[in-house]
């Protein structure tokens, strides 16, 4: 595996006191919406990209709230990777009932802010922002974007 670094675009979605989140079937770990940001988006495009394919609605994307680098062993392995966090609104979800994904290797679900330590929800250093962010919904973080101006 060549080294490099992943840029991933997360989206905290909450809805009566519930955070959406993705399970992986296979390894059973769970972690926030979203997916890779690819090359020539934004990652906010990306996560409007990625929230579509795997829940087949569209999504709001609202404030950033943060980014967390994390280092990881997937398949023997080392990932580094850099997430890229937003406040995420979607009217056509319901934290009343569970919504079933595109692909076949995730499924998601709803989990009460206050109970964000009982699942594995990865990486661990989230758990803790997320109640943060959705009691302190007004202090997001500055995210900045360059125009791309040529050197």
């Not at 206050?114 to 250093?125: G, I, K, N, Y």
Request: hydrophobic share 45%.
């Amino acid at each position: 595996m060549a080294k490099s670094i992943e840029i991933v675009a997360r989206g905290v979605c909450v809805q009566a006191g519930k955070v959406l989140v993705c399970r992986s079937v296979k390894h059973g770990h769970h972690y926030l919406p979203g997916g890779h940001v690819e090359w020539g988006e934004t990652s906010p495009e990306a996560l409007r990209r990625e929230w579509l394919e795997e829940l087949k609605v569209p999504c709001e994307v609202g404030d950033f709230l943060g980014v967390l680098e994390q280092t990881y062993g997937l398949a023997g392995e080392r990932v580094a990777e850099i997430s890229l966090v937003f406040r995420v609104d979607c009217p056509a979800l319901s934290a009343s009932r569970a919504d079933t994904a595109e692909p076949d290797n995730i499924d998601f679900a709803w989990v009460p802010v206050e109970q964000l330590d009982s699942v594995r929800l990865l990486p661990a250093a989230i758990r803790k922002a997320i109640p943060a962010w959705v009691a302190s919904p007004g202090h997001a973080a500055a995210y900045l974007q360059g125009q791309g101006e040529e050197v």
